[in-house]
């Protein structure tokens, strides 16, 4: 069964630095997400992209953050200079067409902000 | 406002037993829901969706129950197995309302309950 994969699979960084965290979608979707989940608390959305370019994005997704899709296959979240509170798992996500809710996760990458 | 914080709600079902868990969700617009299970260290894995024109959906060995009265949604597991270990999440969808993109939308999780099956 395809899937999304996500790398690394867990981060550590130091506060103040940047980012990058690599996902690669399941091929003919369309839409990507951006979750993360805080240790112990709910999964929020962070941001949808489609057609290269931002469709809606949550309060958590301010101007430290930045996704991109460089290539037909990669889709990044850079967080420009951690902070603290950056430190969670975040997922990756997509979906094939604008007719299904469902989405596909990836097994998330564990970000360490020391 | 909601608490949140490490302990999640808990559910322990002896291995063979139906488990029901519970959700409330929290905007009387949202037109779809669905339930995710997330084993430890991994992302959240779709079990089961619903429509808010049905009631009712089964699948293999998990039922959900949607109540628009009362904004509360459901997942049995029928015959509960040590493999369904795992925290669930609801979550809910607004796809047709008057700012919905058409296409995009995003889902809002719930907290999630941990479900532990003994054997």
């Known amino acids: 069964e395809p899937e999304v994969t996500q790398t690394p699979s867990h981060q550590v960084t130091q506060m103040g630095q940047e980012v990058i965290l690599r996902c690669v979608p399941i091929?003919?979707?369309?839409?990507f997400y951006w979750y993360r989940q805080i240790l112990g608390q709910k999964v929020e959305f962070l941001v949808s992209?489609?057609?290269?370019?931002?469709?809606?994005k949550s309060e958590i997704f301010d101007d430290q953050f930045s996704v991109e899709r460089p290539d037909g296959s990669n889709f990044t979240l850079k967080i420009r200079s951690t902070k603290l509170e950056d430190s969670a798992m975040y997922f990756c996500a997509s979906k094939g067409t604008a007719n299904t809710e469902k989405l596909f996760f990836g097994s998330g990458t564990q970000l360490s902000v020391l | 406002g909601e608490s949140v914080g490490l302990h999640l709600p808990t559910l322990s079902v002896q291995e063979g037993d139906n488990s029901i868990i519970n959700c409330a969700y929290s905007n009387s617009a949202s037109d779809y829901f669905i339930w995710y299970k997330q084993e430890s260290g991994k992302g959240p894995q779709f079990i089961i969706d619903i429509r808010s024109n049905m009631d009712k959906r089964q699948g293999q060995r998990v039922t959900v129950l949607l109540n628009k009265t009362v904004k509360h949604l459901s997942l049995q597991i029928a015959a509960t197995q040590p493999g369904d270990s795992a925290v669930y999440f609801c979550?809910?969808?607004?796809?047709?309302?008057?700012?919905?993109?058409?296409?995009?939308?995003?889902?809002?999780f719930g907290k999630g309950t941990k479900l532990s099956v003994k054997p």
């Open positions: 091929s003919n979707h369309l839409y």
């Open positions: 979550a809910e969808n607004i796809r047709f309302g008057p700012n919905y993109g058409g296409s995009q939308g995003n889902l809002i």
């Open positions: 992209f489609y057609n290269n370019e931002i469709s809606e």
